[in-house]
C-alpha cells in the first residue's frame, strides 16, 4: 500500500490537489472539508487510522492559512478578542483527543464519527432563522459553557477531526447567538488551535503519509486563501454555506455510516 502511495501516477496526484482546493474552501466557508480529504487518501490506498493521521497536514495548512488571509478589519479584530478564552480550553481536548486517537482502532473511530455526523445534521434543521440572522449583542452561553463546549469540540476534533467545523458553527450560532458569518471566523481561529496539538501527535506517531500529504495541503492552502479572501465577505453567502453545511454533513453522515457498518 505504501508502495502504491508514494509511486502514485499523476492523475491521482492532480486528484489529491483538486480535492484538497475543495476542501480548503469548504472548511473556510462550513466545515467537514475532510470528509471528501479523507475518502481521497483511503482511495489512495491507505488504511481508516493513516487516513485520519495524514488528512492533519492540510488541515493545519489550510486553517492557518485561513486566518491570515482574512481581511484585517476592526470586526475581525474583535472576533479573535472575543474568541480568545476557547483557545486553552480548545488546545487542551485537542491534546487529549489526540492522545487517544491515535491509540484506537479504525472501526471504533468510523461508529464515533457516524453517529456525531448524523446528530450534527439534525442541527442545521433546527433553528433555521439563526443560521441566516444577524449575530446578537449578547452572547446565549456564559465563558464556562462556552469553554466546557469547546474543550469538547477540541477533544472530538484530535480524535477524528472530520466535522469539526460543523460542530463548531453549531455551537456559536445556535447557542451562543452569533451570526453565520462572524461565527466562521472564530471558528477559523479555534480550528487552527485545534489542528496543531493532534497534528503534532500523529507525527510523532509515525503514521503519516507525508507525499499524499503534501499534495492535499498545497491545494488546501490556496482553497483556504480564495475562501477566507473573497467568499467569505460575501453577505449573502450566509444562505448558500447553510445549504452547503447540510450536503457536506449528509454525504459525510452517509460515508461514516457505510463505512462503520462493513
Do not use: C, H
Not at 496526484?13 to 473556510?28: M, P, S
Request: aromatic share 14%; no cysteine.
Amino acid at each position: 500500500t505504501f508502495t502504491y502511495l508514494w509511486f502514485m501516477s499523476l492523475a491521482t496526484e492532480i486528484l489529491f490537489f483538486f480535492g484538497g482546493l475543495l476542501a480548503g474552501i469548504i472548511n473556510t466557508l462550513a466545515g467537514n472539508g475532510s470528509a471528501s480529504t479523507v475518502r481521497l487518501l483511503l482511495f489512495g490506498g491507505m488504511d481508516g487510522a493513516t487516513a485520519n493521521a495524514s488528512n492533519r497536514i492540510g488541515v493545519i495548512a489550510q486553517t492557518v492559512t485561513g486566518i491570515f488571509s482574512i481581511r484585517k478589519t476592526s470586526r475581525r479584530n474583535y472576533l479573535f478578542l472575543k474568541g480568545k478564552n476557547l483557545i486553552l480550553p480548545t488546545f487542551l481536548g485537542s491534546l487529549s483527543g489526540g492522545i487517544l486517537g491515535s491509540q484506537i482502532s479504525p472501526n471504533v473511530m468510523e461508529w464515533s464519527l457516524a453517529i456525531v455526523m448524523t446528530a450534527m445534521l439534525f442541527t442545521l434543521f433546527w433553528g433555521e432563522k439563526r443560521w441566516t440572522g444577524s449575530s446578537e449583542s449578547i452572547r446565549g452561553l456564559s465563558p464556562f459553557k462556552s469553554a466546557l463546549y469547546f474543550f469538547m469540540i477540541g477533544f472530538y476534533g484530535g480524535y477524528v477531526q472530520m466535522g469539526i467545523g460543523v460542530l463548531m458553527l453549531s455551537v456559536l450560532v445556535l447557542a451562543d447567538k452569533w451570526s453565520l458569518r462572524d461565527a466562521n471566523v472564530i471558528k477559523l481561529l479555534m480550528a487552527a488551535i485545534l489542528a496543531i496539538p493532534a497534528g503534532v501527535i500523529y507525527i510523532f506517531n509515525d503514521l503519516i503519509i507525508w507525499r499524499p500529504s503534501l499534495i492535499l495541503a498545497f491545494g488546501s492552502i490556496l482553497g483556504a486563501w480564495f475562501g477566507a479572501r473573497y467568499i467569505i465577505r460575501i453577505p449573502k453567502a450566509q444562505r448558500y454555506v447553510r445549504w452547503l453545511l447540510i450536503f457536506v454533513v449528509s454525504a459525510g453522515a452517509l460515508q461514516a455510516i457505510y463505512k462503520a457498518i462493513l
